[in-house]
Each structure stands twice: as C-alpha cells, then as structure tokens.
C-alpha cells in the first residue's frame, strides 16, 4: 500500500508545516529565528530522559519532558546573558549546544532504540512513521504521529488564537508591551513553551536540524508577499504543501531522505523567489529614479 | 595506548587550543551564531570533496570543498539579510538549514552508492577522534601554526577592525580586507575540526572556550591564550573520554567537558564569578554595618560633646533589629580599634573610629545638601536617601559635591557638617 503511506506520510508533513510555521511566524516577527533553533537542540536531554523513565516514545511523558527542557535552555539563556557580560547570542551558543551534547551523550548510554536514536536526531525518520500503530478518531484510523501532530496543532492553534495581539506586541516592542502592563517575561515562557510543543511533535519525524527549515522558511516566504498574519502563514503553508507533494514521491523513487528534501525544496524556492522579487525590486526602483529625474 | 590513539588525541588538543584562540574574536564580534551557520553549511562541501576525492576521505579535497561551501553561505546570507523585510536571524536559519539538508541528501545519495558507508562520512556529523589519520594531525599542525602567526602578524588591524570597525577604516587600516581574512580563518578553523567535533557542535568547540574566558580577564591577548588552554583541555579530556567508549563521539563529549569548565569559571572566576560577587556583596554588607554603627555614635558625641556613648542608644538609632547582630559588629569594631569600650555599656570612638565617623557623617550631610540645593528636593526628605548614599560615595564624587557647593559648613537641617578643622576645634585629641 506504497500510496496510503505516501498519503499519510505527506499528511504527516504537512501538519509539521502547519505547526511549526505557525511559531516560526512569532519568533521571525520577534527577530529571534535562532531561539527555534536552540530549542529544537536543547529538547533532547529532556526527551531522553522521559524515554528512559516512561519507556515509551510519544505521549504525555515526552510532551512534559520537553516543555521542561524548553523552558530551562531559555531561562539558562536568560541567567548567562544577566549575571555575566556575555550577550545573547554567545550564551544561546553556549546553551543549546551543551544541551545538545548531554543529549547525544544519554543517549548513546541508553543504547539504540527503534525509534529513538542518533540517525533520528540528526535527519528524523518521516520514511518510517509507524503507520501500524493507529488510533481510531471519528472512524477513521489515524497513524499514531500524525494523531499526535494533529493534536499538538490545535493546542498550539488554540494558544496562538488566545495570545495572538500579546505575542504581536511583544514582538513589535517589549518595551510597549510592558508598559502596557502585559506579563512580558510569561508571554516569552509561554512562546516558548508552545514552540518546544510544536518542534516536539515534529522531532521523531523530522529530526532536531531541519525542524528549524520547516519554522523559519515558511513565515520568510510569506513575507516576501505579504505582510498580514493570515497572508504570511497561508502563503507560506501553500509553499512547504507543494514541496511536500514534490518531494514525497521523489524521496521514494531514488531512496531519499524526505525530510531532507522537503528542506531542499523549500530553500530552494525560497532563495529563487528572493532573487526574483529583489531583482525586480531594484529594477523597478531604478525604473522609478530614472523617471524621476527625467521629470526634473 | 596505541600510537594511533595518541595522535587522535594529540590532534583533538591542537583544535582545541585553536579554536579556543580564535573563538575570541567570534565571541566579541557577537557572531557565536554566524559561526553555527558556517558549522552547518560546510556539510554539502564535505559531501563534494569526498566525492571528488573518488570516495577516499582525503582532507585536502575536503578541506577545500567545505571552505567552498563556507564561502557560498556566507555570500547568500549577505545577499539575503536585510533585504526585503528578511531579517539577519532568519537568513541565518534559512542558510543553517537549507544547507544541511542539501549535505543530508547528498550524504543520502553517497552512502546510497554504497562506497560511503565505511569510509566514515557519518563521522562529520557528531565527530569521531579516532577517525583522526596521520596526515590529518599534520594538516592541523600546519593550519594551527598559520592561523596562530596570521594573527600575530596582523594582530593590530585585526582588534581595530573588531572592536572599531568606523576608526579602523578611517585610520586606513583597511578593516573589510581582514574581517574577511579572518573569517576565511574562523572557517578554516571550523571545518578542520569537523572530524572532532562534527557538523552540529562546531560552533561550540570556538564559543564556549572563548566565553569561558570572560570570568578571568578583560584583555583580548590574555583571553586569546586563555582561551586556547580551555579549549585545549576540553580536546584532550574529551579525546580522551570518547577513546575509552566506543559509544560516546567525540565531539558531545569534548563539547560537554568545556560547558563543565565553563560552568566551574562562572562560579569560580575571579572577574565577575558567582562567588567573587557573593564575596563582594557580603564585604559590602560588613563595610555598611561598620559605617552606620559609627555614624550613630558620632551623633551621640555631637549631641553632648563628649566622646562617649551608651550602648542601648547607639543600637536604637542604628535601626537594626537583631540585637546578636548588634553584638556582633560591636565585637569586630572593638577588635579593629576603631571603638573602645567604658566599662559593659558605653562605647567611645577611638581616634581612628572619630575619623571615619566624621567622614562618614560629612558625606551623608553634604549630599543632602546637594539633594536639596541642586536637585530641589524637600530637605524633610532626603534623610533616607542619604543614609544608602552616604556609603556609595567616592573621594573623588566628595571632592565634586564640595566643589559644586562650594564647601559649605552647614547641611539643610542646620547641623554642621564635620570637617577635619572642626574637630581640631571641638579639641578631638590628635588633630
């Protein structure tokens, strides 16, 4: 049943997209891209360590075990940045990288897991959702992870719904949204939080490094047309679900990794865009400053 | 241990020293994350030198495809930021992971044609030391040995072009010719210990030996050195304990021993270390008590003009609750012959002791005074002030109040305010 999998494989893929975009948007907004990064490195510990508790992958236990690991890399990023003359971007250098490697290191202790191990981490496993273990929603059977997925977009929906104006100003000036007297420093942990939420639910499928591409180039493409919410995150959606139907059934016809490759795709039409939107860009200003002198 | 084991760990100490040196300027350019970027994209060149390389891991075609590579990204990210509302952040992310995902693909397709299996392409991703051969420990030796003399060499105009870029090429000192040289260094730098530390953790083996250094010094040359023997111990320690496992690569167990040196120096460091803080901030306390118990008794001596005061009374003005406390700091002041004891409860300052408290006392009154002349607050409300002021105050601050109020006698609740002269008047033996 090669095209079910494939149906549900890019199903899979495109709720990542739906997810991960949706924070991606914030944290591009706020300047602050990297900080996707340095979570989705820095959750490792945490997921190894609720594996070895809980024995099992996905769930409540792993959810809990990276909300933690999420909110300590930030609040450790924070602590470095005030108690010494380190700036940001060092001390996010310093954190997540370490996380990192505490992770790898539990993890070649704990020893090779089906579903949990360095190959995982580093390119994610989408070719191998295991699409036997369903769950039955509404009468239809939904693989596990894609159910997972499911849910963690509407709890990360939900939020961004509920939270939408407060992250926007917070992201426009956190000096305003303090002033306005919003919880400025729980708004940033509860952004962070649903972004670890978000990146964990992507992590088994496509792995620690390209979660970042499925964060950050959507809401960057969107961009270059729009400059709405809703423009920016649809027109970024509908760019990662043409890569996504692109490079499923080309991963499966030469044996490629499709995470990797949806990644590609998506960077390789974003930076054909860039370029075609800034050329013209410049043309037309050119166009405008030759027109006006010849007025003059 | 073997001779071959030697040199892998030889080597992984040489990149440490290295990149510890160089991270330095990374770290005070504020481009920890830039460095991440590099760290990532190399891995598409790496893929195109063991291609070209006909399958064979030979570094000098791997060393030039990853610099390729480097270069490639940085010029992307330069074309992409800041144009068309892409911000630096997110072009370095895209970059970071567009890159990536090209080198996983390509590193897919290589091991796909089965000839990259074995040959430990999946070593550039985590590192692993003891895929460290001879002729890659003479290819660092010889990088180590250019980079560290490039540096010297241009040392100058490099720190101008970090720390000044506007003065530095006003000087004519030609800063973007050398921020490029050194980052083509920085990039060297990075893939050369690719085999160390891999892909991912590249960035870390430069930043954290580098940041380290902050806890112990503020001069470029003396972080530089500093920063290499960080580094240097992380490499040799990490080396050492990923040889021993065959399950730990190298490069989280390198990347975990200098996050452990990192954290010992935060809490240790004598700049700006948790505990010298601590230290500080508990002197401070103590140097307060002292100077306020003083102040009180002064008042007492102001107030009958005798050198003497009882001991009930100081404790009341001095506005501490806890009277072990009290006792206490009484106790050391006695000790440090800065008050005398008149029998179990009357204290008096001894020379020293008037000195300080008349010090004390003429700095709170004249920065009331100043409160109130110069910044117009009622002088009803400048007490409490003054009393947390008073301690901050410096010789050279007291010299400025002085001057600006042009050295008046009396502070604006119409007490005098003490100075040397006075003391000499009111007859103080000594002065």
Request: charge should be positive.
């Amino acid at each position: 049943m090669l095209t079910q999998d494939a149906i549900w494989i890019s199903l899979s893929a495109f709720a990542v997209a739906a997810t991960c975009s949706l924070m991606g948007y914030y944290l591009t907004l706020r300047k602050q891209s990297l900080f996707g990064d340095a979570l989705s490195h820095s959750l490792l510990p945490g997921l190894v360590l609720a594996f070895v508790i809980s024995g099992s992958i996905g769930g409540l236990p792993m959810l809990i075990g990276a909300i933690v690991a999420g909110l300590l890399c930030s609040f450790l990023i924070e602590e470095i940045r005030n108690q010494s003359h380190i700036k940001e971007d060092t001390s996010m250098g310093i954190v997540f990288t370490s996380m990192f490697a505490l992770g790898v290191l539990m993890l070649s202790q704990v020893g090779a897991n089906v579903h949990l191990d360095t190959q995982c981490v580093l390119f994610g496993e989408l070719l191998f959702v295991p699409l036997e273990d369903s769950v039955n929603v509404l009468g239809i059977n939904f693989p596990e992870p894609t159910a997972q997925l499911i849910l963690s977009f509407g709890i990360v929906s939900l939020f961004c719904k509920l939270f939408h104006k407060e992250f926007i100003i917070l992201a426009f000036h956190e000096g305003v949204a303090k002033s306005l007297g919003l919880p400025t420093k729980f708004l940033h942990y509860l952004m962070m939080a649903l972004a670890s939420i978000a990146i964990v639910a992507s992590f088994e499928l496509v792995g620690a490094i390209l979660v970042i591409g499925f964060l950050i180039l959507p809401p960057s493409f969107g961009k270059l047309f729009f400059s709405t919410f809703k423009g920016i995150y649809l027109s970024g959606l509908a760019m990662s679900a043409f890569s996504i139907v692109l490079a499923i059934p080309l991963s499966f016809s030469f044996n490629l990794n499709p995470a990797s490759l949806i990644i590609v795709l998506q960077f390789l039409i974003f930076v054909v865009v860039f370029t075609i939107k800034y050329l013209s860009s410049t043309r037309n200003s050119q166009n405008l400053s030759a027109r006006g002198r010849h007025h003059a | 241990m073997s001779q071959y084991l030697i040199e892998a760990v030889i080597s992984c100490t040489l990149l440490g020293f290295i990149s510890g040196f160089l991270g330095n300027f990374l770290v005070v350019r504020k481009m920890a994350l830039f460095g991440d970027m590099i760290g990532h994209a190399v891995l598409p060149g790496v893929c195109i030198g063991f291609f070209l390389s006909a399958y064979e891991k030979n570094i000098f075609f791997i060393f030039f495809g990853a610099l390729g590579a480097a270069f490639v990204a940085n010029a992307l990210h330069e074309f992409l930021s800041n144009k068309l509302r892409i911000k630096p952040d997110a072009s370095l992310a895209i970059n970071l992971t567009g890159f990536y995902a090209i080198g996983s693909t390509m590193m897919a397709w290589l091991k796909d044609s089965g000839k990259a299996g074995q040959t430990g392409l999946d070593r550039y991703l985590l590192g692993q030391a003891s895929s460290i051969s001879r002729e890659d420990l003479s290819f660092i030796a010889v990088l180590t040995l250019i980079i560290v003399a490039s540096i010297f060499i241009f040392y100058k105009e490099i720190k101008a072009a970090c720390f000044d870029y506007q003065f530095s090429k006003a000087s004519g000192l030609k800063p973007q010719v050398f921020l490029i040289f050194l980052s083509s260094l920085i990039a060297a730098n990075v893939i050369v210990s690719l085999q160390a530390v891999g892909v991912i953790l590249a960035c870390a083996f430069l930043v954290i030996p580098a940041a380290t250094t902050v806890f112990y010094s503020q001069k470029l040359l003396s972080r530089l050195f500093l920063g290499a023997l960080f580094g240097a111990l992380a490499g040799f320690a990490g080396a050492f304990f990923s040889l021993s496992d065959a399950n730990v690569p190298t490069g989280p167990s390198i990347i975990l021993v200098s996050a452990f040196v990192f954290v010992l120096s935060g809490i240790f460091g004598p700049e700006n270390g948790w505990f010298r803080k601590k230290l500080g901030t508990w002197k401070d306390k103590r140097q307060h008590q002292t100077e306020d118990f003083l102040r009180c008794a002064y008042y007492f001596y102001e107030k009958s003009h005798e050198n003497k005061a009882q001991l009930e009374g100081v404790f009341k003005r001095s506005g501490i609750k806890n009277p072990k406390l009290f006792e206490r700091i009484r106790k050391r002041l006695v000790r440090g012959k800065v008050i005398k004891m008149n029998g179990e409860d009357s204290v008096s300052l001894t020379d020293k002791g008037l000195t300080l408290a008349a010090d004390m006392v003429r700095k709170h009154r004249l920065w009331e005074l100043y409160l109130v002349q110069m910044m117009n607050f009622p002088p009803e409300r400048v007490h409490a002030n003054a009393e947390r002021v008073e301690h901050l105050i410096t010789d050279k601050i007291l010299k400025e109040i002085e001057d600006t109020l042009s050295n008046p006698d009396v502070d604006p609740h119409g007490k005098v305010i003490p100075s040397l002269n006075d003391l000499r008047k009111h007859g103080v033996p000594g002065y």
